[in-house]
């Protein structure tokens, strides 16, 4: 009951913005509230959710919680929406519509009017939700069509927005994790964030540094939701709990044999915004008992034709 009431207490200093005596008292607040709501979630066991799908697996640790998902074996496709639902509703609708759904993860950065970042889907620009990609190079996850409508994953980086990311030379003008993209075209794109890990080596003061992210200090510690890769082209979506540092995240994907074949690792929104759904049901549920994520996830399906 003490760890709620300071939950509570916290949440509504935070959000109505009332004093708390310093800065520092205030992200101490707002770390335990985050700590006690952390505890009072209930997440789904493994074995809860049955059999899983050819290529999914379930990725989980002391301090995070996730997927890893085998190229070839499942496609990945970037969600956008313009509507307050959250995560688990968008599945739902996927779902309704007959779309092969069978997990889905929380994108990336957004404010009130639309997403910080860029983003493709199905091989365009969604229409309708406003992108604020801003001139900085960021990182992103994509995915490329090619031969007999292979997808292919990539993490990189790019400056480009917009229809630039689909005009000839986005392959030569982006950075990618590979010397050479052959696939055709992108057909989705979720950017916006930063880097973890290049080469198996910590780089995420990047991330502030040159890519000029500033996290307010009672948020250096929050959830963070992470995209890797391996050298099979597998990717990793991760959330790691509150208490983590990026120092700490990259620490624990050079350190931890399950990650032994990762390369590079990037994040997108954190906080309360992080979130992942399996089958239907909550793998990771949302911090405040509340489904945060907003205007763009990334779904992942079973193809029509796995090769």
């Known amino acids: 009951m003490k760890n709620i ?8 200093c935070v959000t109505t913005g009332s004093p708390l005596h310093g800065f520092d008292l205030q992200a101490q607040f707002k770390e335990s509230a985050r700590q006690a709501f952390a505890r009072m979630t209930k997440q789904v066991s493994v074995a809860e959710l049955g059999k899983l799908p050819e290529g999914l697996e379930i990725i989980e640790g002391a301090t995070y919680r996730g997927l890893r998902i085998h190229q070839g074996k499942l496609e990945m496709r970037v969600h956008t929406w313009t509507d307050e639902t959250g995560l688990l509703d968008n599945y739902k609708l996927a779902e309704e519509k007959g779309q092969k759904i069978v997990a889905a993860v929380n994108g990336t950065f957004y404010h009130s009017r639309g997403i910080l970042g860029s983003i493709v889907s199905d091989g365009s620009i969604p229409a309708r939700v406003r992108q604020s ?15 007999k409508n292979r997808q292919t994953w990539y993490l990189g980086e790019t400056s480009l927005s917009g229809n630039e990311l689909l005009r000839l030379g986005f392959k030569e003008r982006g950075w990618f ?5 052959l696939a055709s075209h992108c057909d989705n794109l979720v950017g916006g964030g930063g880097w973890i890990l290049r080469d198996r080596k910590d780089v995420h003061m990047e991330a502030y540094e040159r890519q000029r992210f500033r996290f307010a200090k009672a948020d250096q510690s929050s959830r963070k939701t992470v995209v890797a890769q391996d050298t099979e082209r597998n990717l990793y979506f991760l959330v790691f709990e509150t208490g983590n540092t990026f120092h700490q995240v990259a620490r624990t994907l050079v350190k931890e044999p399950v990650f032994a074949k990762v390369r590079e690792a990037i994040f997108l929104d954190g906080g309360s915004s992080s979130a992942i759904v399996v089958k239907g049901k909550y793998l990771v549920a949302p911090l405040y008992m509340a489904d945060r994520a907003r205007f763009s996830c990334i779904q992942i399906l079973i193809p029509e034709m796995v090769w």
């Open 133 to 147: 990609p801003g001139t900085l190079s960021r990182s992103f996850v994509a995915s490329f069509r090619g031969e």
């Open 177 to 181: 994790n590979v010397p050479q993209v």
């Open 5 to 12: 009431i300071l939950a509570v207490f916290a949440i509504l």
